[in-house]
Structure formats: C-alpha cells, structure tokens
C-alpha cells in the first residue's frame, strides 16, 4: 500500500509499508513488524520497467521451451521411418494442445541424412515495448537424431 507523498529539498520520496522479520543472533527471538521505508522515484520507475519488462518478454521464452521441447518429444518418438508432413503434422498438434498460436508448424526445416533426421525451427519475435522501441527475440531450436543415438 502505497502511502503519502512527501517532498524534501526538490526530490519526491514514495512510502511504503513492508513486513519486516529480524532475525537476533543472540536468540533473543523473532521480532517482526511493520515498517515504513522510503522509494526514491527513480527506485520505483526501474522496478516498473523490470516488471513490464519480464511480462511482455517472458511468455516468449516459455513458449520457445514448449517448442523445444515438442521437437525433443517428436524427434525421440521414431521419426526416420515418417514422412517430413507427418513430423509437421505432429508438431502442429503440439503446438495446439499446449496453445502455441504465433509459431506455424509449417516453418520446420527437416533434413534427412545417412546418419539420421535433423529437425530445425528458427524463428524471431519481435516486441513493441513503448514508442518506437521494439525489443527482437531471436530462438533457434534444434533436434538431431544423429546425435542422440547411443
């Protein structure tokens, strides 16, 4: 809860209530309480922008570990007998059950060699922040049957 505002020598202060536990290392007890500690603007702009910072890039990330681990899931269930369409196809399904929308199971590159399948999805997102400064995320996902054989 955020409380009043006060202005000291040209500088605005914000005040917060948070709850303090203090830990004596002679034993005397837990002591806990409120306190009332200071916010300097500058503190509470740099929180709000790691704030809005980690929610608008980081469902991204989440959603290149699903697709990571759709082409683990897929390239481990016998793939060098499937046709390039039927991987696609897996994946795509993938995708949906765990709500992928932005990335198309149709970006997948398959490249079949002696040595086994290599499965590949490289994609970029690109995020408006404010104004006009976007932020780009560049993923590479890779999976090769090749080097997970024993």
Known sequence: MIGRVQFTRGIQY????????NNRAQGAGDE???SYIDLDNYQCF????????????????????IVASALQQVG?????????????RKIGDFFIINNVR????TEVEIERSVKGVKITLNYEKRIEMF???DVVLKF????DSAEQAY
């Open 14 to 21: 914000s005040k917060a209530w948070v709850w303090r536990s």
């Open 32 to 34: 806990t309480a409120w």
């Open 46 to 65: 740099f929180g709000g922008f790691l704030i809005s910072l980690i929610f608008k890039i980081g469902p991204h990330y989440l959603d290149n570990r």
């Open 76 to 88: 481990q269930s016998g793939i060098e007998d499937r046709s390039s369409e039927d991987i696609r």
């Open 102 to 105: 932005d990335i198309k199971a």
């Open 131 to 133: 104004a006009n400064v």
């Open 140 to 143: 590479n996902n890779q999976y």
